[in-house]
């Protein structure tokens, strides 16, 4: 595994990724220099086609996600390592912004694990409750006390009675492969907010979003 790089990326059109998020990258080789994201496609104008990731050693990948933003990675033993995107499912719906995992297989896309919650809250697009019923924080890289690279959710659901339930939930990679769990007890988030200021941990920032 190569040195742990602190590479500033975002998401563009046709154009170098802005240099003001900063991610957590494990191979630079396979860190995106920029994300196309066509405007038109086969099933007409409002179709924006697959989105193609750009990487730093040449090679690209289509992903047939819509609104692809590049968030950071995991390592895997000996092979690329697991890309992590921020990403809709579909262009111009009502299906909420998810967290994806793909492996950088050239020309297609190889999503393991489906998608999982992005950081922020989520509320329904219906009347009369628009409440938010979900919310999270984000956090990518050695963000816990053992310092192994993961993804890491600090999150709540409301019930139904309103009551907030919280979880803290991890996403990492054992023996090569994907492994989410949550965690008992639950990790302290001021652990995730230290590395954070040591660099070594990154938040990605929340929107707020709809379902349904």
């Known amino acids: 595994m190569r040195t742990i790089l602190a590479v500033l990326i975002g998401a563009g059109l046709w154009s170098p990724l802005a240099a003001q998020t900063q991610h957590f990258v494990v191979d630079s080789a396979w860190a995106p220099t920029r994300i196309e994201q066509p405007t038109g496609g086969v099933a007409g104008p409002n179709d924006q086609g697959p989105n193609v990731l750009h990487f730093r050693n040449g090679r690209?990948?289509?992903?047939?996600?819509?609104d692809v933003q590049f968030l950071g990675q995991l390592p895997r033993p000996n092979r690329p390592p697991f890309l992590?995107?921020?990403a809709r499912g579909c262009h111009?719906?009502?299906?909420?912004?998810?967290?994806?995992?793909?492996?950088?297989?050239a020309d297609?896309?190889?999503?393991?694990?489906?998608?999982?919650?992005?950081?922020?809250?989520?509320?329904?697009?219906?009347p009369p409750d628009t409440a938010a019923f979900h919310?999270?924080?984000?956090?990518?890289?050695?963000c816990l006390t053992d310092g192994e690279p993961t993804a890491v959710w600090f999150q709540a659901e409301r019930?139904?009675?309103?009551?907030?339930?919280p979880a803290v939930y991890r996403l990492r990679v054992v023996n090569g492969s994907l492994h989410g769990a949550f965690l008992t007890p639950r990790?302290?988030?001021?652990?995730?907010?230290e590395?954070?200021?040591?660099?070594?941990?990154?938040?990605?920032?929340?929107?707020?979003?709809?379902?349904?």
């Open 60 to 66: 690209s990948l289509a992903v047939h996600l819509f």
């Open 84 to 86: 992590l995107l921020g």
């Open 92 to 105: 111009s719906c009502d299906i909420e912004t998810q967290l994806f995992v793909v492996t950088p297989r």
């Open 108 to 126: 297609s896309l190889h999503q393991e694990g489906g998608a999982y919650g992005y950081a922020g809250t989520l509320r329904p697009s219906e």
């Open 135 to 142: 919310r999270a924080r984000l956090f990518v890289g050695r």
């Open 159 to 165: 019930d139904s009675t309103g009551k907030w339930k």
């Open 187 to 193: 990790p302290r988030i001021e652990r995730a907010l």
């Open 195 to 212: 590395a954070v200021k040591a660099g070594s941990c990154y938040e990605i920032p929340g929107i707020d979003d709809t379902q349904g």
